[in-house]
């Protein structure tokens, strides 16, 4: 990479690397990571399959996560992003959201709700948070299918999801009405769990709707309760 050795001196009294008993090392992992990245953006697909995929392609070593994040970046390779679409589509999320069409978005999205309501299971990746999951996917359709959710939800799960995610978005699209509508019956029904009513009062204030009508009928229901996850989100 410095084939000068005046600039690998240089680079010695740097931030990047610090000395260990045998040599010198990246100060953080993500200097390498990123130099493989560069490194195999000159590469094609049938080239750096087998050193990031196990099964013959069919899954990603998760020890290749971040360096694919960085190739997906790098590279715009139709072959690697189709790939990982197929694969592991939540690294997408590594990728600036214009770079991705609005129905690639949606789609990611929707598959990833349809997963934890088909296995009633919590969302969990080393990928990505739900923080950027909403970042990437949010546009209106996303949020029209998110509160479809929230109104008919599976299980408590998906409905944490759903609620999770739609207080993270930063655009409302228009539809505030039908927001404040819909995050207020999550927030006022007693047979739903205190934690998503909580996240829901919530999600109210992170979106900027809350107002004097809303705090109204929300407090006429929930103004007497002593249960702490309400007490929190109130």
Known sequence: ???????????????????????????????????????????????????????????????????????????????????????????????????????????????????????????????????QLAAFCQCKPSLELLLSHIDNPAHFRSLHFCLRIISYFTDCYGIEDLIVESLTKCATQTELRSEERRIAISAIANLGLANSETTKKIMTVLGPCSDTYIRTGI
Do not use: M
């Open 1 to 131: 990479i410095l084939p000068e050795k005046e600039e690998r001196e240089l680079v010695k009294l740097s931030s990047l690397l610090i000395k260990n008993p045998t040599g010198y090392q990246f100060s953080h992992n993500i200097f390498r990571e990123y130099l493989v990245a560069e490194h195999l953006s000159e590469s094609s697909l049938d080239d750096i399959l087998p050193l990031v995929s196990l099964a013959d392609g069919k899954f990603i070593n998760h020890n290749w996560f971040n360096i694919l994040g960085f190739l997906l970046q790098i590279q715009t390779s139709v072959p690697l992003l189709e790939w990982i679409k197929k694969t592991e589509p939540l690294l997408l999320t590594r990728l600036e959201s214009d770079r991705v069409s609005e129905n690639l978005r949606f789609e990611l999205l929707k598959s990833t709700l349809e997963d934890i309501e088909s296995r009633n299971t919590w969302f969990r990746s080393e990928i990505c948070t739900e923080e």
